[in-house]
């Protein structure tokens, strides 16, 4: 494990989140709340000195400062999600944190920060994290050496090159969720199972979070449906 290839918390909370919470949080940053609220300040004191400007409206009441306050709360949201899940990987050993222990001394070197620190306080936007007595700076987060086993579920054997082919993935996946009772008995509609199936995966093997290859719509429908019949046969029995 090498600090230097590390993630900072921020990267690692986008690099492994929820596919679908990181496209939000991407399209809010882009949105530029902060901006926006800039602007509508700017207008009222441009308006308080004009006193030709009798119907302005409040500043609380502003569309624009309306919509750009519903935006700041919903990314706030979003971020709280990732960050449980960033930690949720951490404490469990899908993801290791390294870090330089305080009081740092000139010669010394990032070590494997243990799992219970994470349920201390976490400084976010200045990589340093303080719990059970230990503090630690400069963190980065980086994948196991060897990958770990879920608790929920044991991972399939490895193939020669050394991971999981996409076939096993997506079953680990679908066993992972039917254990977890995502999984109904005769799903209606075997897509509306995709999304899942996808974030499982991620969860399951962050190294491969957000990539699709070998993933398409025409894999997960047919092997999906292999498995939903599997698990039918299994509940007749």
């Known amino acids: 494990m090498n600090w230097d290839e590390g993630l900072t918390l921020h990267q690692a909370r986008i690099r492994f989140g929820e596919r679908s919470l990181v496209e939000r949080y991407t399209q809010i940053r882009k949105a530029n709340p902060t901006s926006a609220f800039l602007q509508v300040i700017s207008d009222r004191i441009g308006s308080m000195s004009n006193p030709d400007k009798k119907d302005s409206v409040p500043v609380l ?15 706030s949201e979003i971020l709280r999600l990732l960050n449980e899940r960033l930690t949720r990987f951490l404490t469990n050993g899908q993801l ?3 870090g330089y222990a305080l009081p ?6 990032a ?10 306080w976490i400084h976010w936007e ?4 303080e719990g059970n007595g230990l503090k630690f700076i400069a963190v980065r987060i980086v994948r196991p050496v060897a990958p770990t086993q879920s608790k929920k579920v044991e991972r399939p ?8 082919s996409r076939q096993q993935q997506i079953e680990a996946a679908f066993w992972a969720l039917d254990e977890e009772g995502s999984i109904p ?11 899942l199936i996808l974030d499982k995966l991620d969860e399951l093997y962050p190294d491969q979070a957000g990539d ?10 047919k092997r999906v449906s292999e498995l939903v019949e599997t698990k039918q046969l299994k509940s007749k029995g």
């Open 185 to 195: 008995d005769r799903p209606e509609n075997i897509k509306a199972l995709f999304n």
């Open 61 to 75: 009441e502003d569309p624009r400062y309306l919509e750009a306050s519903k935006l700041t709360n919903e990314e």
């Open 104 to 109: 740092r001394t000139p010669d010394a070197k």
């Open 96 to 98: 290791i944190g390294l």
């Open 212 to 221: 699709r290859r070998g993933l398409s719509d025409k894999t997960l429908y």
């Open 111 to 120: 070590v494997q920060i243990p799992p219970d620190v994470w349920a201390g």
């Open 126 to 129: 200045k990589d340093k994290v």
């Open 157 to 164: 054997t490895e193939t020669a090159k050394g991971r999981p």
